[in-house]
């Protein structure tokens, strides 16, 4: 699969090379760079699928978001998701430390994650990375998060110096 060209943002924003992201079985691959949207709040973003690195197939998602504004107080930094067959095999949580230098690169310190209150695995995957517990917050009803059903957030800090 042909890797997407990094855009240049309207905010003169670069994106940089992942390089190789692998773990052992698992793969990240950039499958779009999202140069944002300010008149929304989105930052730029990579979107990674986790891809099994012997039979290519995809098995969840990693969005890094490259920035900081009041989406990213919600919804935070990274973002994944792992299809229901390769849940239990730590793929959220590895596939989270190998972004976290391309994080770094960028300048993101502190780092945020965030869960649903009601999502145990994520917030296990959360502290294995060691993300430290800050707060619980109310969704904004305006907010597209709120639309999808959710309330409250649970918001995790690492620092990446």
Known sequence: ?????????????????PGVLADGEL???VAEYYPG????????AY??????????????HLHLRVGHNDQIYYCGHIGYGVKLKYRGNRFAERATRLVFPLARAHGINPLWITCNPDNAPSRHTILNLGGR??????????SEMYLLGDREKCRFWFELA
């Open 1 to 17: 699969m042909p890797i997407p060209t990094p855009p240049l943002t309207h905010s003169g924003f670069r994106f940089l090379d």
């Open 133 to 142: 517990l800050v707060d619980i917050v109310p969704v904004p009803q305006e």
């Open 37 to 44: 949207d300010p008149t929304i709040r989105y930052v730029p």
């Open 27 to 29: 793969t990240l691959e």
């Open 47 to 60: 979107f990674f699928h986790m891809v099994h690195t012997a039979t290519r197939e995809k098995m969840g």
